[in-house]
């Protein structure tokens, strides 16, 4: 429930990256020794992960911020449902237990699904490396004698094939070369962890990947990185509500993106080295945006921009390469008096006053958009329905809210 109008005000630490979370407890599978992580966010995914793995065998400890993965009991055990229906990220198993032990049955992923998410390329990738696969009353079979580094061009920049690839790959004999990799600062973390293990993989970041494969892994520690699409939706927040905040613990290059946009759109920004301050202002100019791969505008903070978009003067457009359908808030907005048009894979949005209604998030980012949305209204309480969604991927939402001044609560049911 959101009493709006309130402009939020102070300073939000940000979490690290479920992004990278996610992909990082799988990635552990490969060590034969205790991995830990540190700046790991609170979230429900991230609990999934943690029971998935316990299932498997592995011995997980948590202490605040801080996760311990021993994988050393952990085996193959075939999951083709529940829990791993739950997560998208449950696709990460498929390469961490093929690297680690040359086979994995695994239930086709759940996660959001604002549309059809293929995963053609992680097969792809797992059958250029060796690997025979079937699919078998709706789980993936993956078997390997042998994992056989190759050169595989993926056919659309992806985060999750390329980070799959990644994970056999670091226990593949020879070199495997991925090419048209996906460059988010994701991966470039689960490379920095996987090398800190005893991986040889260079180029992460880049279109060009390079593993030459290791006989074995070991554990080691790792602080995640901050979390940019959490950042950015405060950062869209603090634009929305004519605030003034300052979101902590970022890195400011993964956050260039919006904070060209949102100063395109007249919000005034300061960046420091680990946080950026946001300062609202009363007008603001319509804008087009682009959601791209990275170093593009994410397509994961497509859903929030697209809510402050509603307070800009005149029209502006939106449109998301990565996913054509990915407005599931659009109607929900319109509830609130937003006046936004579909067109194609693009949304047209007139500036427009919002108000109070009731609404339901169907995804994880839909549920960003209509908080930041109730945010920004005065006149009543708009009450966001499905927010288990919104736990996936926001920590602490309310009460790093609360704390900035905003009037929200969740009711109990
Ligand atoms: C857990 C995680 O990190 N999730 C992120 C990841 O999802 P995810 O890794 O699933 O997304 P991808 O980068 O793979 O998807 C990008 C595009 O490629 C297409 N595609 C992808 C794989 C494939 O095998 N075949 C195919 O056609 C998808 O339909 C989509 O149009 O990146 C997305 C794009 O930045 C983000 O929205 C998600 O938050
Ligand atoms: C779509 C998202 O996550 P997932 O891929 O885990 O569903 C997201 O984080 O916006």
């Known amino acids: ?102 086979e994995a049955v695994i239930g086709l992923p759940g996660g959001c699904n604002f549309e059809p998410r293929p995963i053609d390329q992680h097969i792809k990738g797992f059958e250029a490396l060796g690997a025979e696969i079937s699919n078998e009353y709706g789980a993936i079979h993956i078997r390997a004698k042998k994992l056989q580094g190759a050169k595989i061009y993926l056919d659309v920049v992806s985060v999750g094939a390329t980070i799959n690839i990644m994970l056999a790959a670091s226990r593949a004999k020879g070199a495997t070369i991925i090419e048209n990799a996906a460059k988010e600062p994701e991966i470039i973390d689960v490379a920095t962890l996987l090398n800190a293990m005893g991986a040889k993989i260079k180029g992460a970041g880049t279109e060009t990947i390079r593993v030459e494969g290791v006989d074995s892994l070991h554990g080691c520690r790792h602080s995640i990185i901050p979390d940019r699409i959490q950042a950015a939706t405060y950062m869209i927040a603090a634009a929305a509500t004519r605030g003034d905040v300052v979101v902590d613990n970022v890195i400011p290059k993964h956050l260039e993106a919006v904070t060209a946009k949102l100063q395109e759109m007249g919000v005034h920004i300061y960046e420091m080295d680990e946080s950026i301050r946001v300062v609202g202002q009363p ?62 894979r693009s949304a047209i949005i007139e500036g427009s006053k919002l108000s109070a209604a009731k609404v339901t998030a169907t995804d994880l980012r839909a549920g960003a958009a209509l908080v930041v949305a109730g945010l920004t209204v005065s006149n009543g309480v708009t009450e966001v329905n499905g927010v288990e969604y919104i736990d996936r991927g926001y920590d602490f939402l309310v009460d790093h809210l609360s704390r900035l001044g905003a009037e929200i609560w969740r009711e109990k049911l």
Do not use: C, W
């Open 1 to 102: 429930m959101i009493a709006g109008g309130r402009p939020l005000r102070g300073t939000v630490p940000i979490s690290g990256a479920k992004n990278s979370a996610i992909a990082l407890i799988p990635a552990a599978i490969l060590a034969e020794s205790p991995v830990i992580l540190d700046n790991l966010p609170e979230l429900s995914d991230v609990n999934i992960y943690t029971e998935l793995l316990t299932e498997l065998g592995a011995v997980i400890e948590r202490q605040g911020d801080q996760m311990k993965i021993d994988p050393t009991s952990l085996r193959p055990v075939p999951m083709p449902n529940g829990n791993v229906k739950k997560l998208r990220a449950s696709y990460y198993m498929m390469g961490a237990l093929l690297g680690r032990f040359g």
């Open 283 to 344: 007008e603001y100019e319509s804008v087009d945006v682009k959601a791209l791969v990275y170093p593009g505008f994410a397509t994961d903070i497509q859903s929030p921009m697209t809510s402050l978009l509603t307070q800009a003067r005149g029209t502006s457009m939106m449109t998301d390469y990565v996913y054509s359908n990915r407005y599931k808030h659009v109607p929900e907005l319109l509830r609130m008096g937003a006046r936004i048009k579909l067109e194609g």
